[in-house]
């Protein structure tokens, strides 16, 4: 890439998002709802999704809005994931790399169209899509990518475009993971080879992966990676979290898994939240309130939880190697597509 064409070329950071305040979160769950990347019906309901999303946002939005005021009335993965974005534009700066890193949220603002008109009106020619979902999931990153071309189309928009797919390994990012780990593990009291460690993704029906989607294989590479530097003498486990619905999800859950490992006596458990980058509802409710409350209802004395990478300067970097690497790529939507 030639140092004149990193002008006209711009990164773009994609985000499932989240409601900011109470008053957001049905909009949210109904934006959320309609994707059919995320809520994936059987071909013959596909025309019934959008009452689907207005239904079941409707009905959900009562209980949803008690798990945002729990963590302060709203999400805080907006402001988070702005300031990844402004960290990974000093980090480019700072390796002479000098473009412009925009934000696009799926199901909030700054939303998909926002972020692709900001990107024509720079007049950036060439885009570099990186999600901030490690492991690729149908669900995460190729909805990020559909939200972008569905924008790009409605404006008229025909950047080149490099996608990061995944980086579930990447030593920068297993780097941060490892690191907050560690640190959550220094505050027990239990001896390390007596602290069990959950690596906690966010779940996913089964049907996507039978479809192929690559992200149970991917959360194992990453726990793999991260075990490699961190070397825990302790049990380790991987469980997921967040179901939704009647259908079949990866297994275990994190919930039951807790309760078995209080069943089985165990009085240490420290939580990774594996595949989030930011804090979220996940993490600031489902983990630390809801599961804290299983743990201490099951017997298990010292219960902790190693925080998400947010803008830890190894992810950082990690986000700037992939956006270097890119540059050397052939783009795979070129312009006019």
Known sequence: MQPDALPRTGVVLTQVGGPDDLAAVRPYLRSFFSDPDLIRLPRWLKSLQPAFAWS????????????????????????????????????????????????????????????????RDAGLTRLIV???????????????????KNAMDAIGYRPEVVTVDEYCDAPRFVEAVADVTARALRAFATPPEQVHLIFS???????????????????????????????????????????????????????????ELGEQG????CMVPIAFVSEHVETLNEIDIQYGDIAKRSGIAEFHRACAVKCHPAYIRCLADQTEKALTLTPLVPAGT
């Open 201 to 259: 993704a966010h779940g996913l029906p089964m049907s996507y992966i039978e479809e192929g989607d690559p992200y149970e294989a991917h959360v194992q590479r990453s726990v793999a990676a991260v075990q490699a530097v961190l070397r825990h003498p302790g049990p380790i486990h991987t469980s997921y979290q967040s179901k939704l619905g009647p259908q079949r999800w990866l297994e275990p859950a994190s919930d039951a898994l807790l309760r």
């Open 266 to 269: 165990a009085k240490a458990v």
């Open 130 to 148: 990186i999600g901030l979902f490690p492991q690729y999931s149908f669900s995460t990153t190729l909805s990020g990518m559909t939200g972008l």
């Open 56 to 119: 079941l946002a409707t009905i959900r939005a009562p209980y949803s809005r008690k798990l945002y005021a729990s963590i302060g009335g709203g999400s805080p993965i907006r402001a988070q994931t702005q300031a990844q974005a402004s960290a990974l534009s000093a980090e480019l700066r700072r390796r002479g790399m000098s473009m412009p890193v925009l934000v696009a949220m799926r199901h909030s603002q700054p939303n998909s169209l926002a972020a692709m008109r900001a990107a």
